[in-house]
């Protein structure tokens, strides 16, 4: 397993999905439901594909059992975990 090129952050994360949801990173917060902030499947999607982009084996099904920022995290915490390992 690769090591992440660049650590995704908890705040990359809440900024990219702010900016694909047009609204500014203080208005999502760690335990907002992304779905009923207009979070749809494909804008979801190319979250994932930008966020594998640094090297993070993250993939659409593993942040989709999740619809919070924070579930969200856990997940890449323990991808990153797991490549550093």
Known sequence: ???PTVPLTL???R?????????????????DNLIDLDLD???????????????LPVEFAQLAEYSTLRGWW???????????A
């Open 1 to 3: 397993m690769t090591t």
């Open 11 to 13: 705040e990359r994360m």
């Open 15 to 31: 900024a990219d999905v702010a900016r694909v949801l047009d609204c500014a990173p203080g208005d999502i917060g760690d335990d």
């Open 41 to 55: 499947s494909m804008r979801m999607l190319g979250l994932v594909l930008a966020w594998s982009n640094t090297g």
């Open 74 to 84: 856990n997940v890449v915490q323990q991808l990153q975990a797991g490549a550093r």
